[in-house]
């Protein structure tokens, strides 16, 4: 038996069986065995993410394993896609950014440290513009995850801290997406990011253009001194992956006979992209089988796929405050989301509205309760739970760890913002 599922053996508790793919008669609600305990702010070290079953069934849950031959069988009906684990509904308590980061908040310390310097001191003016992007209170979802696989990976090779390689990985991953962002708002011509003006806005355009350029050359600078050809192809496919994205949105702008499926590829090289070479480089970092990393790769972009799902949700149904922009700013621009594009297979009168380009006033009003009465925002949650609940399955070849709780838990946290 390969070391994809080392955690398969006969004391399982019955989070493993569900993350084996084991069929049991077993019933469990994951609120059950879910417990967080306090972060410990008199100390440097961290208490996380303790699961505990509460639920007396688990005493009449059993699962035998007959043979090796019979646990690789369930790692195959596991490939092939086992019941989904996700409920929207289901009662638990809510997820924080800060318990799901505290197993590598060191980690991420010391990448914060690290970024400014990274980016060079010689050009204040650049220097200034990435301190205004850095500073914004960014979540850092992306090396957190470097983080999280590195060391969730690093477990299947007894591999016991994380190297260079990963480091660097998590600084050149944060730092293509912050560059990234400044060019997404000099397109999208946003004035706010993270509750923050832009830096377009506050340096200009040009400035603007220049520094997303120079630290997309600085982390590819970066990238070609790990000496990793696999990591290099893939890093550089995502910048490719970005400019596709741009192109692919501005040629469909009030296009309301877009495809899901279409929406879906925009999405992945617009966000999925980075988020899945992020989980795929950090696994192959730790020198682990390809079957390992293929997992990671595929987990990064059903996460990816699922949060933007739900970001495209929120600017629907959240405050401009809430957001850090105006809310509906897609939908004005002509850039239709899953929502739009769910609604609009119900609603006639949205399409037109759409192809006028809301030029009578209080029609983007008028479009987003369409979207809303016709069940958008719901066909769109479903989505979201639906790669959600694909990104959970992928996690299933890793051991059982607080890393691998902590990858899970990014995935309800996700779920949680529009619960």
């Known amino acids: 038996m390969s070391m994809a599922c080392s955690n398969l053996d006969l004391g399982r508790t019955v989070l493993d069986l569900v993350a084996c793919g084991c069929s049991s008669s077993a019933s469990f609600d994951r609120s059950c065995v879910r417990n967080y305990s306090k972060i410990n702010s008199k100390g440097s070290s961290r208490v996380y993410g303790v699961r505990r079953l509460v639920s007396s069934r688990f005493d009449r849950a059993r699962c035998s394993i007959a043979s090796m ?7 195959d009906d596991a490939a092939q896609g086992p019941p989904p684990v996700l409920d929207l509904k289901e009662q638990r308590m809510p997820i924080s950014l800060t318990n799901v980061f505290g197993v590598v908040a060191d980690d991420l310390q010391t990448l914060n440290r690290n970024l400014q310097s990274i980016v060079g001191a010689e050009n204040p003016v650049l220097m200034s513009a990435a301190e205004q992007i850095f500073g914004a209170g960014g979540k850092r979802m992306r090396p957190a995850l470097v983080f999280l696989v590195s060391r969730a990976t690093a477990e299947l090779v007894n591999l016991k801290e994380l190297t260079s390689e990963h480091r660097r990985l998590a600084e050149i991953i944060e730092m293509i997406h912050t560059a990234s962002l400044i060019h997404d708002d000099v397109l999208d011509d946003s004035n706010m990011r993270r509750g923050k003006e832009t830096v377009h806005q506050l340096y200009g355009t040009r400035v603007a253009v220049l520094a997303g350029d120079f630290m997309f050359a600085q982390s590819s600078w970066y990238l070609a001194n790990l000496e990793n050809l696999q990591v290099i192809k893939l890093i550089s496919q995502v910048i490719k992956d970005f400019a596709s994205g741009e192109i692919k949105q501005a040629s469909s702008l009030f296009d ?14 617009k966000t999925a992209s980075l988020i899945a070479a992020s989980t795929k480089g950090a696994a192959i970092f730790s020198r682990v089988d390809t079957y390992i990393t293929e997992k990671m790769y595929e987990y990064g972009k059903n996460l990816g796929l699922s949060f933007q799902v739900v970001d495209d949700i929120l600017d629907f149904t959240q405050s401009a405050e809430q957001l850090g922009k105006p809310a509906g700013s897609d939908l004005i621009k002509g850039n239709l989301t899953a929502p739009v594009i769910f609604a609009l297979e119900k609603e006639p009168k949205l399409r037109e ?13 008028e479009a987003v309760d369409l979207v809303k009465s016709c069940g958008g925002i719901e066909r769109a949650q479903e989505l ?12 299933q070849c890793l051991p059982r760890s607080t890393f691998r709780i902590a990858l899970e838990d990014m995935v309800l946290y996700n779920l949680d913002r529009i619960d």
């Open 256 to 269: 309301c006979d877009v495809k899901l499926e279409e929406y879906l590829l925009k999405s992945y090289y």
């Open 353 to 365: 509205i759409i192809e006028s380009e809301f030029s009578e006033p209080g029609t983007l009003d």
């Open 384 to 395: 979201a739970k639906e790669k959600a609940d694909l990104a959970i399955q992928n996690l």
């Open 69 to 75: 031959k019979a646990a690789e069988t369930l790692l």
